[in-house]
């Protein structure tokens, strides 16, 4: 009986040893932790995401362990493709900013699984600066960028604040480029395009759209 349970002990034993298992699943919470603390802070004060974050403490070490599992196996890995093909995910991942994330968790913790800890810390810090470079620059990136706005008035009173509307728009855009106009039920909607100013107050735009055209109201769209 006790040859038996030893017998079928020795049976589960996997060919990884347990320190190494304990080490590449600690480097992989490790990992998981950068990710997670990186992406708070270069983009969860957006608040426009899926919030995949919650995932990364659980889903790092879960994939770094699911590759330790079929790393010397084939049919193992196969099984797993099977089974994920099963997957389906009911919040749809709402910025592409997002799948880099979730990119880099998975590439992060294949580098645990794999012994590869120095090349995974150096894409953690090539991210990390590249990021870092890109959060710097953000006012002065947003300069040479291009927004499209539309405005949207009653055709009778267009003809009457065409001008002082013109005027306004000229004041306040640099690049203001009309680049379509159109009449749709009785209304004049004018698209234009105009390089992107970092700090632009559109509340106050609109407040003084609305005095220019008065009594005629003018909904703005912007892009």
């Known amino acids: 009986m006790w040859q038996d349970i030893v017998s079928v002990w020795q049976g589960m034993q996997s ?3 347990w320190t190494e298992a304990l080490i590449a699943i600690g480097f992989s919470v ?35 362990v699911l590759f330790l599992g079929i790393q010397t196996s084939i049919p193992l890995s196969l099984g797993l493709l099977g089974a994920l093909s099963f997957v389906r995910f009911r919040t ?17 913790s294949i580098g645990a699984s794999s012994g590869n800890f120095m090349v995974t810390a150096l894409l953690l810090v090539g991210v990390f600066i590249i990021l870092g470079v890109k959060w710097l620059l953000r006012d002065r990136a947003a300069l040479g960028a291009r927004g499209s706005m539309m405005l949207s008035l009653d055709q009778a009173a267009f003809d009457a604040v065409e001008s002082r509307v013109k005027g306004v ?20 909607n004018l698209q234009y ?31």
């Open 15 to 17: 060919s990884l040893g």
């Open 169 to 188: 728009l000229a004041a306040k855009f640099r690049g203001l480029n009309l680049e379509s106009m159109s009449v749709v039920d009785g209304r004049v």
């Open 92 to 108: 749809p991942v709402k910025d592409p900013a997002e799948i880099g994330f979730l990119l880099l968790l998975i590439a992060c």
């Open 193 to 223: 395009q105009f390089k992107q100013k970092a700090g632009f107050d559109w509340t106050a735009f609109a407040s003084e759209m609305n005095r220019t055209t008065a009594p005629a109201t003018v909904e703005i769209f912007v892009g």
């Open 30 to 64: 490790v990992f998981s932790l950068i990710v997670y603390f990186m992406y708070q802070l270069f983009y969860g004060s957006r608040h426009i995401g899926a919030g995949v974050n919650r995932m990364f403490l659980m889903g790092g070490p879960a994939i770094t």
